[in-house]
């Protein structure tokens, strides 16, 4: 069965420092890799997403998140956070007849340290 | 371009009670989805509409939700009645159809639904 795990449920970042969270899957086939992003009391929001080609994507707000098949990870990363950035951040894979029926993590809350 | 709008933002009731959540899609999404988040976890989904036809509703629990979205464009998600462990947000979702599908999901802000 397809899921995706998201290992670490916090994690505290200085602002101007370095972020990268952890995504891993379980898909039989090449999958669709997804982040989304979470600010407090909003709905989901799109950060960048991996159908085929190169294995490094560009997302909004300055993300960036590289598809590792060996490794079955989807890491996101960021090399400097800012204060705005706090929020939980989903992986999900795409699953089922139709790419675009989620499997999701259970998401990282980034608390930004000032 | 508006977004996906849901409704209400808040409701607190009690157990064995009924309560209903409403969402207008973004205007042309043709697929519309209903997740519940529980606090702590990621979305699931609990029903999805192509237009105004069921696509999976595996994991919705028929015996007490309801889904319905009779002219292919808002919805409406129906608890009757509601337990404890349906505390929970509900979010609405939708998308476009088809070969046009970017994969990407636009979400409402949710329905926080509390049940004591």
């Known amino acids: ?9 916090h994690i505290t970042v200085s602002e101007g420092a370095s972020l990268e969270l952890r995504c891993n ?12 992003v979470q600010s407090p009391g909003q709905g989901l929001q ?12 560009q997302g909004i707000k300055g993300f960036e998140a590289e598809f590792k098949r060996s490794q079955s990870s989807f890491n996101l990363r960021k090399p400097s956070v800012h204060w705005s950035d ?16 989620l499997i999701w993590g259970a998401g990282t809350k980034l608390i930004i340290k000032p | 371009e508006a977004g996906v709008a849901q409704s209400p933002r808040y409701k607190i009731i009690e157990k064995r009670q009924s309560v209903a959540f409403w969402c207008n899609p973004i205007s042309g999404h043709a697929t519309l989805y209903w997740y519940q988040q529980i606090l702590g976890q990621g979305p699931k989904l609990l029903i999805q509409f192509q237009n105004n036809g069921v696509v999976d509703d595996s994991q919705l629990p ?12 808002d919805s409406t998600l129906k608890i009757q009645p509601a337990k404890l462990e349906d505390s929970a947000v509900y979010l609405c ?13 636009f979400f409402g802000e949710g329905s926080r639904l509390t049940v004591l």
């Open chain 2, 62 to 73: 028929k015996d007490r939700f309801s889904a319905e979205r009779l002219k292919g464009v």
């Open chain 2, 93 to 105: 979702a939708s998308s476009l159809q088809g070969g046009g599908n970017t994969g990407e999901l």
């Open chain 1, 1 to 9: 069965a397809q899921s995706v795990t998201q290992p670490d449920i």
């Open chain 1, 46 to 57: 799109l950060l960048l997403k991996y159908f085929s080609g190169d294995t490094l994507v």
């Open chain 1, 86 to 101: 706090a929020a939980e951040y989903f992986c999900a894979v795409g699953a089922g007849r139709s790419n675009y029926q």
């Open chain 1, 25 to 36: 899957y379980s898909y039989g086939a090449t999958p669709y890799l997804f982040w989304y």
